[in-house]
T-cell receptor, first 115, second 115 residues
Framework: GAGVSQSPRYKVAKRGQDVALRCDPISGHVSLFWYQQALGQGPEFLTYFQNEAQLDKSGLPSDRFFAERPEGSVSTLKIQRTQQEDSAVYLC?????????????FGEGSWLTVV | AQSVTQLGSHVSVSEGALVLLRCNYSSSVPPYLFWYVQYPNQGLQLLLKYTSAATLVKGINGFEAEFKKSETSFHLTKPSAHMSDAAEYFCAVSEAAGANSKLTFGKGITLSVRP
């Protein structure tokens, strides 16, 4: 596609429910990032993939958060047993390669509200 | 560890006036610095980036920023504000140019433009 696509755009989950957020990066992009943006804050790094390999997951806030990119393209961020503090916008981003300072392109985000 | 400070949360200027959005960074290595803009309900869009070439960086929509190592600053300016510049602006730093170019963002500044 023309840009990074995320779905769903909006999700309301009851506390304790599991959610899955999908990211379709720009075709051919090797690097994929997930960020979490709480209300009134800047985005915070969650995890990074190079192709299918998850090279950095240091930003995942708890073991309830899990991300995968099994075929090196589409990625899914899964949050188990959601809590109110998980309410945020989840941004996916991709870049062409893992070498050099390629521009990182962001999707429009998935807005998660936990009630 | 790297960090970004954006003082204040809101800047208001008149149309045609100078725009100045401040950003100070902390980094243990020579940094790569970025400004992103976020319009309502849209993803982050790269305005400009500093990658250790020229210290004065020109970006899209008439914005520019100057890297000042002695002041650890990377302030964003535009000589004449336009109504369409109203948005949220984020400064970000990265310490890596390679595979894991994860970004550390500031909290963001909301720019309002008065007619």
């Amino acid at each position: 596609g023309a840009g990074v696509s995320q779905s769903p755009r909006y999700k309301v989950a009851k506390r304790g429910q599991d959610v899955a957020l999908r990211c379709d990066p720009i075709s051919g992009h090797v690097s994929l990032f997930w960020y979490q943006q709480a209300l009134g804050q800047g985005p915070e790094f969650l995890t990074y993939f190079q192709n299918e390999a998850q090279l950095d997951k240091s930003g995942l806030p708890s073991d309830r958060f899990f991300a995968e990119r099994p075929e090196g393209s589409v990625s899914t961020l899964k949050i188990q047993r959601t809590q109110q503090e998980d309410s945020a916008v989840y941004l996916c981003a991709s870049s062409l390669s893992g070498q050099g300072l390629n521009t990182i392109y962001f999707g429009e985000g998935s807005w998660l509200t936990v009630v | 560890a790297q960090s970004v400070t954006q003082l204040g949360s809101h800047v208001s200027v008149s149309e045609g006036a100078l725009v100045l959005l401040r950003c100070n960074y902390s980094s243990s290595v020579p940094p790569y610095l970025f400004w992103y803009v976020q319009y309502p309900n849209q993803g982050l869009q790269l305005l400009l980036k500093y990658t250790s070439a020229a210290t004065l960086v020109k970006g899209i929509n008439g914005f520019e920023a100057e890297f000042k190592k002695s002041e650890t600053s990377f302030h964003l300016t535009k000589p004449s504000a336009h109504m369409s510049d109203a948005a949220e602006y984020f400064c970000a730093v990265s310490e890596a140019a390679g595979a894991n170019s994860k970004l550390t963002f500031g909290k963001g500044i909301t720019l309002s433009v008065r007619p």
